[in-house]
Every structure is written in C-alpha cells, then in structure tokens.
C-alpha cells in the first residue's frame, strides 16, 4: 500500500527520526526532517540523593515514573553514586506507577514491579484517574517529570496526597542546529510541505518559537498550517496543543503511537483521494 505516494511528509521528531521517516517511506512518502528538539541532562545529583534518603527513611509511599528517558537518567545517577542497587530494592516497597509503555519498559528492564499502569491514550487525565483509584489520597508521593513541569497533575495531586515532591532529570531544549526547522516554516508557508506529523506538544511550541525567531507571526503559520497542510497528530495532547494556536488537526489514530499514526495517515489520505474522485 502506498496511499502516500509521492507526498512530502514532514516530522519533527528527534528520538526517533529514522524509524518515523522510515515508516512514511513504506506507505509511499517523502519524509521531510527537521527535529525540534534536544534532551538536555540537568545536574540532578542532589535531586536524586534527595529521592533515594526519601526511600531509605520510609517516607515514600508512591513514585510516579511519566518518561522512560527520566526512569534510566534516575538508575544511571543512583549507579554513579553507588546506590543503584539501593534504589531499585526501596522501588520495589513502594507503589510504582508508568505513565504509558516507555517508562514501564524501562523499569521491567530492571525488575521493578509496576504497581499501576495507566490506559491509553496515557494523557494527564488518564495518569490522574489511574492514581485516584490506587488511591494516593494521604499519601507521600514523588513524580518524575518529562523535559517539562507537568503543572497541571502536581496540582492535582497537592489536593490528594499528604507530601507531592517531583524531580526532573533533563529538559526539552531547541536542537543546536535549527537550520532544517527554518527550512520547514518557510516551506510551509509556500505550500511545499502535504502533510506535517506532530508527535509531541513541544514540537508544536518549537516551531512556533522557532518561526516568531524568523518573523513569521503565529496566525501566519497557523494559516498556513490550515490552509496548505495535513495536519497529523499522533494523540489527544497534540492535537490540543494545536488547538491552542488555532490549528485543526485533520487526522489522528486511535492508539497514540507513531506506527498507528502514519496507518492512520494513510488512510485519511487515501479516503479523501476516493472522494475527490
């Protein structure tokens, strides 16, 4: 199948480009690349000795993992000040909770029970209603944030829990090289880009950044983003980021995963070629 056929799709991944691009060149695209953005590791030693003499008191109850980059950053600081086998024993006394399949990959890889998943499409809402029914009211708990302060659940829980702590190992920062973003807005606003991927918010507030740092107002992009490109995102939190600025989001599939997105993709595009047939 090869539904896009001859299409310039274009995606802002930075994890994982090759295997994004290579997905949309099976289903028939040309991928365009322009990651937007870096993991930048914050100098969290002391972040970390907090959690682990958090642990090693008895003063934790839950330890909420949102990233499986956060998950192997906290084991590679407890292995450099020697308490790996440490941390990994106390997380197994305590309540566990994955946000979405990366971080429990991460903590399976070291024989950490998860106590608690949570349901795609492994938003806020979903980690939220997941940590009520365990439940986490009264009880100490500590967060391990993406490349961002999750702000809204840290509320949340400050109304539920007797102690909320977080601790954020690395942020989202602009790639050092933003040349191929530049390329990409300015193709965007002359109608050379079919079809734009979104498979996390921050690329969305990257590009925007990126475009204001180049002139181009957001109503600018967000017209041409409307006007002259298929807007695909990989799930519900992408496709409201995109609201925020005024972007409709023209497909997205049911499980937020990039393979489901490009299938998802595919048949949107092939579905409207048979109509304007």
């Known amino acids: 199948m090869a539904e896009l056929d001859g299409m310039r799709v274009a995606t802002l991944e930075a994890r994982m480009t090759g295997a994004l691009a290579s997905l949309i060149s099976k289903r028939g695209g040309v991928p365009v690349t322009a990651?937007?953005?870096?993991?930048a590791p914050l100098d969290c030693a002391e972040d970390v000795r907090y959690l682990?003499?958090?642990l090693e008191s008895g003063s934790l109850d839950v330890v909420v993992f949102q990233t499986g980059v956060g998950a192997r950053a906290l084991f590679k600081e407890a292995e450099n000040q020697g308490r790996l086998d440490f941390l990994l024993d106390a997380l197994r006394g305590v309540t566990t909770v994955c946000r979405g399949p990366k971080p429990t990959a991460a903590l399976r890889q070291v024989d950490v029970q998860i106590s608690a998943g949570i349901e795609s499409p492994y938003t806020t809402k979903e980690l939220l209603e997941a940590l009520t029914a365990l439940p986490v009211r009264g009880k100490r708990l500590m967060a391990l944030q993406y490349g961002e302060r999750n702000a809204a659940l840290m509320d949340a829980l400050r109304e539920q829990c007797e102690t909320v702590d977080e601790l954020c190992l690395y942020e989202w920062q602009l790639p050092d090289d933003v040349s191929p973003m530049v390329a990409l807005v300015e193709d965007l606003l002359d109608g050379r880009v079919d079809v734009i991927t979104f498979t996390s918010q921050v690329q969305i507030r990257h590009l925007y950044r990126v475009a204001a740092d180049n002139g181009v107002a957001e109503d600018a992009l967000s017209d041409a983003l409307n006007n002259r490109t298929i807007v695909c995102a990989?799930?519900?939190t992408c496709a409201g980021a995109l609201a925020d600025v005024g972007v409709a989001t023209d497909t997205q599939p049911e499980y937020?995963?990039?393979?489901?997105m490009v299938n998802a993709l595919a048949e949107?595009?092939?579905?409207?070629?048979l109509v304007e047939r």
Not at 35 to 39: D, G, I, Q, Y
Not at 256 to 260: I, L, S, W, Y
Not at 268 to 273: A, L, M
Request: glycine share 14%.
């Open 35 to 39: 990651p937007a953005l870096r993991e």
């Open 52 to 54: 682990l003499d958090r």
């Open 234 to 236: 990989v799930g519900p």
């Open 256 to 260: 937020p995963k990039m393979g489901h």
């Open 268 to 273: 949107y595009v092939g579905s409207r070629e």
